[in-house]
């Protein structure tokens, strides 16, 4: 479908969130990375979750897929020395990759498409010209040629750029000869994400010294033990589902586990502070809220939910900021951008600067005509605003949800979302 029409109205019903795509990512590179057999359960294949699947085979990584699960052996992962690794749109995908695939002597192709190849590797490209690891790549579009093994040291390494660097090396350190110990040079972003790769690396057998987030000591020669593992909801989905609730919506969302260590479970602060009364209880969770309130939002730790967020706001009386929101310019779009220009087309109030949003709250919204921006978090957030509109809404390029979540335009439907799919010529 090229376009969607929503016509407003409340959703209501209970959804069974989709699997962690973070904790899906990290599952399957650290079972391929072990010598054994694991059975990675509840998984959902968004692209940028096969993404990596087809990164971890590049490498010689033998997995069996399942309509919601993975057998991974990881006996002849690296087996590979020339390899093609097409990451598609998932910079996740991309920054895990490269030292992974530089863990042994080998040569290595990345490609992607979409906004991929302006995702700043700076980071790599220093750690390359230090070692002596020959690369060269195309600016703009992604297409990096490495070839080379990366050697234990320390590495000074960046906090506010992209935790995915950091994760990228805890991946790959352990598997060195030498001993090895990150450094962290600035304040650390996005840390729940740090987390959640430290507990995966824990679950399988690697262990790292963890200096309050400032250092990490890395052993070499470690070995990943093989694990079956069950990936857990998604917070950075679920977000989507309980601004719906703080903004109107009854809708109960399940498999959620309140215990995460996943950074968007920030989700459930961000709520309760803007007014919504959070209710768990063994059936799932629930928003309920009587008066909405304004707040300061800090987009470095949790920059996903950003966009949902700039919904809930929109709707909330008084001036709503949310700061240190700098890197969602380089994400699938200019989020910044993209969030306010469409929010605004609706009749909401939003001011882009340089590194935050100022949001004036509106009664309701209008309807109109909105795009994707060819993002899923945007399509998404812009169907939520939907639900507090006063005329109905045009989403062009709606089909951007498969990067993260394809079941999404079902889900919204059945809880009662009025969709009205049409494609160009129809």
């Not at 897929?65 to 992962?77: A, I, P, Q, S």
């Amino acid at each position: 479908m090229d376009k969607l029409t929503i016509t407003p109205g409340k959703l209501k019903g209970e959804v069974k969130i989709p699997p962690s795509k973070s904790m899906a990512h990290r599952a399957v590179i650290c079972a391929s990375l072990s010598k054994g057999k694991s059975k990675i359960t509840n998984i959902e294949f968004s692209e940028d979750i096969i993404a990596t699947i087809e990164a971890m085979k590049s490498l010689g990584t033998e997995i069996k897929v399942f309509e919601d699960y993975l057998e991974v052996d990881g006996k002849n992962t690296f087996a590979q020395s020339v390899r093609l690794i097409d990451c598609n749109e998932s910079g996740s995908t991309l920054r895990f990759m490269v030292p992974i695939a530089l863990a042994k002597d080998a040569k290595t192709n990345f490609i992607g498409k979409g906004n991929l190849g302006k995702r700043p590797l700076n980071t790599y490209y220093a750690i390359f010209d230090r070692q002596g690891i020959k690369y060269d790549y195309e600016d703009g579009v992604l297409d990096l040629n490495v070839e080379g093994k990366l050697k234990g040291e320390e590495f000074k390494v960046r906090g506010d750029i992209s935790s995915q660097f950091i994760s990228g090396l805890l991946f790959a350190l352990p598997l060195l000869e030498e001993d090895s110990k990150i450094t962290i040079t600035t304040k650390l972003e996005s840390k729940g994400y740090i987390d959640l790769t430290l507990s995966m690396l824990e679950l399988y057998g690697i262990e790292i010294i963890n200096n309050d987030y400032k250092e990490f000591i890395i052993k070499g020669n470690q070995s990943y033990k093989a694990k079956d593992y069950r990936v857990e909801g998604d917070f950075s989905q679920a977000a989507f589902f309980l601004v719906a609730d703080a903004i109107g919506s009854d809708v109960l969302i399940k498999d959620l586990n309140v215990n995460s260590l996943q950074g968007d479970k920030e989700i459930l602060d961000i709520i309760a502070r803007m007014g919504g009364e959070i209710e768990d209880n063994s059936a799932g969770i629930k928003v309920v809220t009587k008066d909405k309130k304004n707040t300061v939002i800090d987009a470095s730790q949790c920059p996903d939910i950003i966009p949902v967020l700039t919904v809930l706001a929109a709707v909330t009386e008084g001036t709503t900021n949310i700061i240190n929101a700098e890197r969602l310019r380089i994400k699938e779009c200019d989020r910044l951008k993209a969030i306010s220009t469409e929010l605004n087309k609706l009749g909401a109030n939003v001011k882009e600067l340089e590194d935050s949003l100022v949001v004036e709250g509106v009664a309701s919204l209008n309807g109109g005509v909105v795009h994707s921006w060819d993002d899923h978090r945007i399509a998404m957030s812009l169907a939520i605003a939907a639900t507090c509109c006063t005329d109905k809404v045009i989403i062009e390029n709606p089909n951007c949800v498969k990067k993260s979540y394809p079941s999404f335009w079902r889900d919204y439907k059945n809880l009662g979302g009025e969709i009205n799919e049409w494609s160009l010529g129809q």
